[in-house]
């Protein structure tokens, strides 16, 4: 899809809901007038910020208006009785513990119930509005390709995905080089391109045979611009490396990568470093202040030995540091080489309530505090299984470009606990590299807020 065109459409959507949902708010208020008459103004004010904030912060958490949620009509309307249902919650959340009397509770009901018919309603616009634009054939872009192969393969499949505003006509290859079936058809060969793109009215050509590979690609590239078509090249990159990369630009120089890292961006550092000093601050003030001197006696009552457990694990770059936990275990010479296991009797009562409910990993926050780990990124191994994982996972040591997390992707995702087999760690290692590949600040919010649901809802811990 068109960039601008999707940023567009992203941008209606938003508003357009948004808007839904004040016209429903001011339009129950104004059937319900003799209800609300004479209420506390504040309390609706109250009530009508609640819903806005709610909607837009969810929305936002469950990327809701994401490039993938909304290019599949299907997809997006399940997102969005999902954040709906969320968004319910969360409204009724904020009435019960803010203690708002003052609002009718026909007024909520009714608010809620047209917002959803409102949601309902938009989601068939959109549907209307998406078959619209594929139906308008000026709309789209009518494009080409040169050659036929693996690139070329790509390019078209990556069409067919992503097509909303682009036809693909077919292909410009000589039929002795065509040994398959093909989803599109074989226009003509090369030295016909250009009165082919004339005949079709193409209005872009995207060539997968670079000049250097044929000379005559760089007289169609001049006669495509005489003819107003715009030419495009689509390098093959497998000639100089065989695997996917990003490419960057030091300003007219390429630079290729092997992944897309956004966190190298100081930007994007600051605003985790942001969110991690925020959070931590606040756990440790309202939280540990109190935490630590009930858990602390429970430790001591039941098991001689300190009250905190460190352990040197591997963090940033592959630098270790001391990593805090509230001791789970009776002190014993295994620690630093042999994991938990389920029902391990290293494991004491309180500890075993204290790993069940997370609550063994608070002391982490003053590890983010200190900067030597952060909210959200891969879970710090000891130094010892991080030498053996490395020999398991030719990619392991990846994972610790990024500063190491209280919770992260691969947790949320059930790969959490002992590692009992090769497939365990390996998948771990993946979901690490989706994160540290796909981050942004509103994953490590939706993954803070997954982790508090699954705290609750797994047994899987011990």
Known sequence: MNKQLRNYLQKSLVTLDLIVLNVVFLFTRF????????????????????????????????RTYSDNSITNFEYFTKRTSQVFLLWIIATLCYLFFSRQFEVSRIFILLTIIFFGVGLFINRFLYLGLNNYFKNRNHLFNKV??????????????????????????????DEKNIHELTHHPILADIEHTIQTAIDLDAQEIYSTITPEQNNFIYTLMNRAETECIRFKVVPDLSIFINKPVIINYIRELPILSLRSEPLDDVGNRVKKRALDVVVSTLVIIFILSWLVPIISLLIYLESKGPIFFSQLRSG???????????????????????????????????????????????????????????????????????????????????????????????????????????????????EDLWYLENWNIWLDIRILFLTVYKVFKDDKAF
């Not at 499949?157 to 292909?171: A, I, K, M």
């Open 144 to 173: 080409i390709i040169i050659g036929y192969n693996e690139t070329a393969k790509k390019l078209e499949s990556y069409f067919e995905e992503d097509g909303f505003n682009t036809h693909l006509l077919g292909f410009i290859e």
């Open 316 to 430: 940033k770059n592959n630098k270790t540091f001391y990593c805090y936990k509230f001791r789970s275990m009776k002190v014993n010479k295994e620690s630093d080489s042999k994991q938990a296991t389920r029902d391990d009797a290293r494991v004491t009562r309180i500890g075993r309530f204290l790993r069940k409910s997370s609550l063994d990993e608070f002391p982490q926050f003053v590890n983010v505090f200190k900067g030597e780990m952060s909210l959200v990124g891969p879970r710090p191994h000891m130094v010892k299984h991080t030498s053996d994982y490395s020999k398991i996972v030719d990619q392991y040591m990846i994972r610790q470009f990024l500063k190491p997390g209280i919770t992260g992707w691969a947790q949320i995702n059930g790969y959490r606990g002992e590692i009992t087999d090769d497939e365990q760690i390996i998948n771990r290692v993946n």
């Open 31 to 62: 059937i319900l007038e003799s209800r609300v008459e004479g209420a506390d103004f504040r309390s609706y004010f109250g009530f009508w910020l609640a819903l806005n904030a709610f909607w837009i912060v969810i929305s936002l958490v469950f």
